[in-house]
């Protein structure tokens, strides 16, 4: 994909993240799938989306909201798997997201992390593989 943001000047790639998780707290609540649209300051773009098993039943509330089930990411891959490769993936880009303020990423880099959380350091963001 190619977006021609003219009225826009990016001097890094912009990370415009999605998360579908088992809830709303950031403290306890698990991804279950994620989609980065990473655009480029030439307007080039690219994607990365995952579904990811989340070690923890997926609250019907949740379901009802995104209608990802228990049985849906049983295949999927737990988020340490992925982690090393969707931190390359944003370590250049500045990051931006999807939903309501605060809930997509409220923390980058959470000050302490959680089993299958995001952390970070000065030189870009990580994930704890």
Same mark, same amino acid.
């Given at each position: ?22 809830g709303v707290d950031p403290a306890r609540d698990r991804i279950v799938e994620?989609?980065?649209l990473k655009i480029a300051p030439d307007g080039r773009s690219q994607l990365c989306h995952q579904r990811?098993? @989340?070690?923890?039943? &997926?609250?019907?509330?949740?379901? !009802?909201?995104?209608?990802?089930? *228990?049985? /849906?990411?049983?295949?999927? $891959? @737990?988020?340490?798997? &992925?982690?090393?490769?969707?931190? !390359?993936?944003?370590?250049?880009? *500045?990051? /931006?997201?999807?939903?309501? $303020? ?22 870009? $963001?990580?994930?704890?593989?």
């Amino acid at each position: 994909m190619h977006f021609p943001f003219s009225h826009l000047t990016l001097a890094r790639p912009l990370a415009v993240l999605d998360l579908e998780t088992t809830g709303v707290d950031p403290a306890r609540d698990r991804i279950v799938e994620f989609a980065v649209l990473k655009i480029a300051p030439d307007g080039r773009s690219q994607l990365c989306h995952q579904r990811v098993r @989340p070690g923890v039943p &997926i609250p019907p509330a949740a379901t !009802a909201v995104h209608g990802i089930t *228990d049985a /849906a990411v049983a295949a999927a $891959p @737990p988020f340490r798997a &992925i982690a090393r490769s969707l931190a !390359a993936f944003l370590v250049d880009a *500045d990051l /931006a997201g999807f939903g309501s $303020p605060g809930s997509t990423c409220p923390s980058w880099p959470p000050s302490s992390p959680g089993p299958g959380s995001r952390s970070g350091s000065a030189g870009g $963001p990580s994930l704890t593989p």
